[in-house]
C-alpha cells in the first residue's frame, strides 16, 4: 500500500480490487492527483492504514465477522477520517434500527423483534402466538431474517399456515439464525415483485438517482444482480429525504456521506421502509453515468478540503 494516501476504499476478500462501479469515483479522484487505494479490510489491520480518509465501500463480509467489523471500525475512526462513521455504522449494522426509526415516525415495514436468546429455544406453540401479532396475522407470506446480514443473507420466505410440519420449519430456521442474530419477522409485500424495491440513492443528502431492485437479489457487484435504472416519483424522493431528516434529528448526527433508502409500497400503496443502507450499500454509478460518479467523487474530494 502507498504511504500517504488521500483515499481508500475498504472492500473484502470477494472482490479484491473493488467493486467496479466504486472505481468509477475512486479514478476519478486519482485523475484530480490524489492518492487512492483499495484495500481488503480484514487484510489491513487499522493501525496500518495511512489515509486521510476511508471509505467503506464493498465490506461484504462484514456480518461473518461482525465483532472484528465493528472494532476495525472504531479503530480505523479513531485514528482518520471514516465515512460514514463509526457510531453511526454501528447503529445501522443491526436492523433494529427500524424499529427506533420507526418510533420516530418512519413508515417501515411491519416487523416483529425476537430477541436471540428467546429464539434460541423457540417450540412451535409460541411461534404460533408470535404469527398471531397484529404487524403479521393474516399474512399470506411471511419474511424472517437476521437483525445482522447484508444482501439475503439468512432471508427466507414462508407462507405461516398453521400446520405443525410448517411451523416448525419456521422455527427451526429462526433456531438456526438465533446462533449469531436477533431475528425480524415481518409480512412479504406482493410489490417487491411486481413494483420492485426503489433504492433512492443519496449524496451529502442530496437525491442522486434511483435504482429498482428485484426481490431475493444474490450478493453480487453493481449491476450483476438484476438492478435496472428506475425515475424516482416525486413521493418517493420525497419519502427519502424525510427518512433523512428523522435520522438526523433521533441520532443527533450529521448528514451521512452517501446512504441508500430503499423504499417499497404496502398493500395499500402506502410507501415505507425496506432498509437505510449507511454502510456499504452499492450506490449503482455506472447506471447514472457520469453524473453520478462525478458527484461522489467531488463529495469525497471536498472531504478532504
Not at 486521510?52 to 479513531?78: A, M, P, Q
Not at 411451523?167 to 415483485?193: M, Y
Not at 449507511?278 to 478540503?305: K, T
Amino acid at each position: 500500500m502507498k504511504p500517504g494516501l488521500d483515499v481508500v476504499f475498504a472492500t473484502y476478500s470477494g472482490l479484491p480490487d473493488g467493486d467496479p462501479d466504486d472505481l468509477l469515483a475512486l479514478k476519478l479522484l486519482a485523475d484530480r492527483g490524489l492518492n487512492v487505494a483499495v484495500v481488503d479490510w480484514r487484510r489491513v489491520a487499522a493501525g496500518a492504514l495511512d489515509s486521510r480518509l476511508v471509505l467503506l465501500r464493498s465490506t461484504w463480509d462484514y456480518h461473518h465477522y461482525y465483532s472484528e467489523f465493528l472494532d476495525w471500525v472504531e479503530s480505523v475512526g479513531k485514528r482518520t477520517k471514516l465515512l460514514n462513521d463509526s457510531e453511526l455504522v454501528r447503529w445501522n449494522s443491526d436492523k433494529r434500527y427500524l424499529l427506533a426509526l420507526a418510533s420516530a415516525g418512519v413508515p417501515i415495514v411491519p416487523s416483529v423483534h425476537i430477541e436471540r436468546s428467546a429464539a434460541e429455544t423457540l417450540t412451535v406453540s409460541q411461534l404460533a402466538e408470535i404469527l398471531k401479532r397484529p404487524e403479521i396475522d393474516g399474512c399470506e407470506q411471511i419474511i424472517v431474517k437476521p437483525t445482522v446480514g447484508l444482501s439475503t443473507y439468512g432471508v427466507k420466505k414462508f407462507k405461516p399456515i398453521s400446520v405443525d410440519d410448517s411451523l416448525q420449519e419456521i422455527s427451526n430456521h429462526i433456531q438456526k439464525l438465533a446462533q449469531s442474530s436477533d431475528i425480524l419477522i415481518q409480512p412479504f409485500l406482493t410489490a417487491v415483485e411486481k413494483y420492485g424495491e426503489r433504492a433512492l440513492v443519496f449524496i451529502n443528502g442530496e437525491f442522486s438517482h434511483a435504482v429498482r431492485k428485484s426481490a431475493f437479489q444474490k450478493q453480487a457487484a453493481a449491476g450483476e444482480a438484476g438492478e435496472t435504472a428506475a425515475t424516482a416519483s416525486d413521493a418517493e424522493i420525497a419519502f427519502g429525504r424525510m427518512v433523512l431528516s428523522k435520522l438526523l434529528t433521533m441520532r443527533q448526527c450529521k448528514m451521512p456521506l452517501y446512504a441508500r433508502v430503499d423504499v417499497v409500497p404496502d398493500e395499500n400503496g402506502q410507501l415505507t421502509l425496506l432498509e437505510l443502507e449507511l454502510i456499504e450499500p452499492s450506490l449503482f454509478l455506472a447506471m447514472a453515468a457520469p453524473q453520478a460518479g462525478e458527484r461522489f467523487a467531488a463529495a469525497i474530494a471536498s472531504v478532504l478540503d
